[in-house]
Every structure is written in structure tokens, then in C-alpha cells.
């Protein structure tokens, strides 16, 4: 199994701390991002990635190398100009079997494995993989019937949200779709699929998911592994 590993952005949300260190890097406990992703990775059987650069990409090439000294196999493709986060899609190479695609700042609890068996027993062209975000507003609510008076007063309510985690799995032929070295992000790539009538499924992530783009983003990731000491 593959796996294509997004690092080329420039992780403003973390600026200035990624001036000079690109965002992938960042440590967790002893290790960087990546190289968390990675390990729990290969648990499912990956074998082999491909890793997307840009910003200060020659320091992640230089620490992961070849992959040798993770025991696996890393190559490269490189973005001369940002893609979005679906554009360098069409800088693959030929690939024969459905992948994993994957922003290289996501720490999550899913089954891979059972996301990539959902995704090839539907004949999906992409599955989506999705988290159950709660967001609390800062504001009281108010709820007004026909006649806009007030039915109900809630403050700062709860409510959950079906969102995307930054993790795919994609079906090769999905590069036919992608124009080269054309800036393309994922939202517009999942309308332009679903003008056309393609299929694209969701597989639910089930326990926990960050999306390391604050310093409380990566505090609480740095908790959560502290405390259950792996995410698999």
C-alpha cells in the first residue's frame, strides 16, 4: 500500500515558529509530525511514500532521506510553485492501486485499513475520510418563529459539523482530473467530481483527531499521545 504525504505548505497558523522550521518538523514528544504519520502508517502496511515538498522542503528531504532509516521506501515530488492541496496530484507518477493522500500535519485514530477496504469495495473514485467537529459559539442564540418573536434563548450552543480530516483515500484514475501544475485545492476537486456524477464516499474517524495548526492544536496532541503513548 501507498501513501502521499502533503508538506509543502508554509504553515502560517504557526508563524513565526515555522520561519525556519517547516511545519511537518514540528517535534511531538521526541519525534517530528511526519515521522509519527509514518510509523503509524507502515502498522497498517504502507510501504512506500511519496512526499510532496515546497517550503523548506530540502529540510524534510534531508531528514527522512530515502526512508532507509525508517525501514521503508521514500521518494519525492516537488512543487515549483504551490499547488493547492490537491494539485500535486498531477505530479504523481503512474500509479496501478488506490493510496492514501494525506496533509503531512494530521494526527488521527483512523482505521486506515478499514477505510481503504470501505473505499475499494464501493469502486469509489474518492473517499473522504470525516470527523464529528463540535464548535461551541461565542454568542448567545436566539430561536424566533413566524412572527420573529423569541422562542428560545441559548447560550453559546453546541453544534456538530461532518468534517473533512485531510485524509483520502483516491482511486488512481482520479489524476485524469487534475490539470498539471495547476493550482487545484480539495474543495474544488470534490465539486468539479461531483458536477460530473463520479462517486465519493465517507468513512467516519472514530476517537480522535488534530489538525496541528495552532500551538494548542499541537499542546493537545502532545497530551493525548502522552497519555495513550500511540495512535493505533
Not at 521514500?74 to 494539485?87: K, Q, S, V
Amino acid at each position: 500500500m501507498k501513501a502521499v504525504l502533503l508538506a509543502g505548505g508554509k504553515g502560517r497558523r504557526l508563524q513565526p515558529f515555522t520561519t525556519t522550521i517547516p511545519k511537518p518538523l514540528f517535534p511531538i514528544g521526541e519525534k517530528p509530525i511526519m515521522q509519527i504519520i509514518i510509523e503509524q502508517l507502515k502498522t497498517f502496511g504502507v510501504n512506500e511514500f511519496i512526499i510532496s515538498l515546497g517550503y523548506l522542503g530540502g529540510l524534510i528531504e534531508a531528514y527522512f532521506g530515502d526512508g532507509s532509516k525508517f525501514n521503508t521506501k521514500i521518494t519525492y515530488i516537488h512543487e515549483n510553485e504551490p499547488l493547492g492541496t490537491a494539485g500535486a496530484i498531477s505530479l504523481l507518477p503512474e500509479l496501478d492501486e488506490s493510496y492514501i493522500f494525506m496533509n503531512g500535519d494530521i494526527l488521527s485514530t483512523v482505521d486506515f485499513n478499514a477505510a481503504y477496504t470501505q473505499h475499494l469495495s464501493k469502486g469509489s473514485l474518492m473517499t473522504i475520510c470525516t470527523f464529528e467537529k463540535k464548535v461551541q459559539s461565542s454568542l448567545g442564540v436566539l430561536q424566533l418563529d413566524g412572527e420573529q418573536n423569541v422562542t428560545a434563548y441559548i447560550e453559546k450552543p453546541i453544534t456538530s459539523h461532518i468534517v473533512s480530516s485531510g485524509i483520502y483515500i483516491l482511486s488512481p484514475e482520479i489524476k485524469t482530473y487534475i490539470p498539471k501544475q495547476v493550482k487545484l485545492d480539495i474543495p474544488e476537486l470534490v465539486q468539479k467530481l461531483i458536477i460530473g456524477k463520479h462517486s465519493i464516499s465517507t468513512f467516519a474517524i472514530q476517537g480522535k483527531w488534530f489538525d496541528i495548526g495552532t500551538p494548542e492544536d499541537l499542546e493537545l496532541a502532545e497530551q493525548f499521545l502522552t497519555n495513550n503513548q500511540k495512535l493505533c
